[in-house]
Each structure stands twice: as C-alpha cells, then as structure tokens.
C-alpha cells in the first residue's frame, strides 16, 4: 500500500529535551516536505527537499532541521524545543509535478 | 509569491443543501490549485486539483470546482450535502513545474445541520 507514515503519532516532551519526528514514504517520490497546523493558521511549510541531499527552507524553519540521506526518509529534527513549537506536523511526499501525499500527522506538545 | 484566502473560517449548511466553500489565490505565474479535506484526526486526503487542463473539475464524494481565471477564484462545491462531508477544508496553491512548494489557505469548517 502506497503510504507516507510518521512516528511518533503523539509526543509530550519538554523544554530543551532534543526530538526527532521521522518521515518514510514507500512510493519512490523525489519530493518530501513538513508542515506544521495551527489553529486559524493552516499548513505552513517548515521545510522540503527536492531529492536526497537537496533541502531548503520553507516559511518557517526556525528551530527546526531536517536531513535527506535516502530517498524514502526524511526526517524532522527539533535541537532544543520549545513551547511555541507545540503543534500538529505533517509530512508529505510528491513526484515532481504530482499530488502530495500526506502522513497521518504527529502531535507535539512542548511543556 | 502566491497565496490562497478562504473566506469563512466557518459554514454550515443543512444535509441536503448546497455546500459553496470559497477559495481566491494570488499567484504570478499559471497556478496549480488543490482542495484538500482532514476529517477528525486524520491527515489530509486531496480532494481535486487543477493543473491548466478543464476549467471545471470533478474530484471524489461528489466534489467540483470551478477556475476563474478572471476572479482569480476556485471555489468548492457539492449540490447536496452528507453529513459525512463534516470536516475541515483547505485549498493550497503552487507554483508551476520547478517550484513544488504548497500554499495553503486558513481553512474552513465545514458543518451539516441535520
């Protein structure tokens, strides 16, 4: 089955504590992306990559970094949470030109 | 830069009646154009897109839109409300070929009335 998954689906951690969301699609798509939903917000990106080795900022990436060491993963990585980083992520993954496909979401909560 | 403004970050309809869920979008080259709907704790699913072929495009559970070039518009709609289309909507925006990056709108909540 063609799917984008993401792990943890839930998080509670606290302030400072470093965290990696990880990102794995199964569907060969060059193109992978995150996004976090806030409230009256939407989607914004954070972060995407073209292809492995190839990533670039987004509308929001401050406090955030991401890798792109093989096709199918694509991780997200918070250094030193913080409060204001407590939302919903998701991951999203796309041939060039195609729809994106997106995870199941990871909730995060940053005490 | 491109951007989407949903307009109602709220509607209700009643089950049966016409469900309209407005989208405009700003963008500097041909648009690619996208609903997208989250049920209740789940990801985003891609209703229909627009990608420069048919002005009037059909997507899945009986969904259409409309792109108005000259409105800048693409808005949703459904002749006859379920109570299974409760959810929230997005429209998202994007570049043409080189420039894959979505934009998406606010949102807007779709609510049946019995």
């Known amino acids: 089955e063609a799917q984008v998954t993401q792990n943890p689906r839930y998080l509670i951690t606290v302030t400072g504590k470093k965290l990696t969301v990880t990102c794995s699609q199964n569907?060969?798509?060059?193109?992978m992306s995150w996004y976090r939903q806030d409230p009256g917000l939407g989607l914004r990106q954070i972060y995407y990559s073209m292809n492995v080795e190839v990533t670039d900022k987004g509308d929001v990436p401050e406090g955030y970094k991401v890798s792109r060491k093989e096709k199918r993963n694509f991780p997200l990585i918070l250094e030193s949470p913080s409060p204001n980083q407590t939302s919903l992520y998701f991951c999203?993954?796309?041939?060039?030109?195609?729809?994106?496909?997106f995870g199941p979401g990871t909730r995060l909560t940053v005490l | 830069a491109q951007s989407v403004t949903q307009l109602g970050s709220h509607v209700s309809v009643s089950e049966g009646a016409l469900v309209l869920l407005r989208c405009n979008y700003s963008s500097s080259v041909p648009p690619y154009l996208f609903w997208y709907v989250q049920y209740p704790n789940q990801g985003l699913q891609l209703l229909l897109k627009y990608t420069s072929a048919a002005t009037l495009v059909k997507g899945i559970n009986g969904f259409e839109a409309e792109f108005k070039k000259s409105e800048t518009s693409f808005h949703l709609t459904k002749p006859s409300a379920h109570m299974s289309d409760a959810a929230e909507y997005f429209c998202a925006v994007r570049g043409s070929f080189g420039n894959e990056k979505l934009t998406f709108g606010t949102g807007t909540r779709l609510t049946i009335i019995p």
């Open positions: 569907m060969n798509h060059e193109y």
């Open positions: 999203a993954s796309s041939r060039d030109t195609d729809t994106q496909y």
